[in-house]
């Protein structure tokens, strides 16, 4: 009996590769090294393109960074500018009361509390509702310019001229104000030094309209870095 021949494509099948016809055994070969050998398009192309993407997230955090600490600064150089606006009110309520007694005291509470109210409440109505999406330009520039009018102009005044009234009513600095017309005889004693005010409120306008728009810019900004065009 004639010895078994091994069929040949055999080998062949035996290595995972499927032959067609006698002539095609060089390409399945040449198929089978390929895919054992290299690694697929689609991974040696993920390969390449993960240094990119890293790349990019990290140019990303470093943008987000630098406009975090631009809002940062936008947002204290506000509370400074309140906080001046403290001291001009004390000074003003003090010469016009003829108060000498607890300068640092009033000088101390008249530059905390406005910067502190401004900071907050300007991350609270400004940048935390621009960035949770909520409001628009135009809304923005108004709750810039509202926030500068009402914590550092009127929220100073008001502070001042208690702290200032009570301590004229303490040491008799000032004729007291008869009966039934408290309010009117106090606003009557400082109008003409609250006139200084004007400029601390025209100050604070312009400056919150600022800050709102460069606010708005550096949040569009943001948006195009995390949305980027196809």
């Known amino acids: 009996m ?4 091994p069929k040949p494509g055999a080998d062949l099948r035996d290595a995972g590769v499927v032959s067609v016809g006698d002539g095609e055994g060089t390409e399945d070969i040449k198929m089978a090294v390929y895919s054992h050998g290299q690694p697929t398009p689609s991974l040696r192309d993920a390969k390449l393109g993960r240094p990119m993407v890293i790349e990019i997230i990290e140019k990303n955090f470093e943008y987000l960074k630098r406009e975090k600490t631009s ?3 936008g947002t204290l150089l506000l509370g400074t500018t309140a906080a001046l606006s403290g001291v001009t009110a004390n000074f003003i309520f003090r010469y016009c ?7 640092l005291k009033t000088y101390a509470s008249l530059t905390t509390l406005p910067f502190l109210s401004s900071v907050v409440t300007y991350k609270l109505f400004v940048t935390d509702a621009l960035y949770s999406d909520n409001i628009s330009k135009e809304n923005c520039v108004l709750r810039s310019s509202l ?6 102009v009127l929220y100073p005044s008001a502070l001042a ?3 200032n009234g009570r301590l004229a009513v303490k ?11 408290v309010l009117l005889h106090w606003l009557l004693l400082s109008q003409t030094e609250m006139k200084a ?10 400056y919150g309209v600022f800050n709102g728009l460069r606010q708005y810019a550096i949040y569009e900004r943001a ?3 995390a949305v980027p065009e196809d």
């Open 223 to 225: 948006l195009e870095k």
């Open 71 to 73: 809002n940062i600064y």
């Open 171 to 181: 040491y008799h600095t000032v004729p007291l104000p008869p009966k039934g017309r």
């Open 161 to 163: 001229f208690s702290k």
């Open 147 to 152: 926030v500068g009018v009402a914590c550092g």
């Open 2 to 5: 004639a010895a078994l021949k």
């Open 97 to 103: 009361f003829k108060v000498k007694y607890d300068a």
């Open 197 to 206: 005010m004007a400029v601390p409120l025209l100050f604070q306008i312009s």
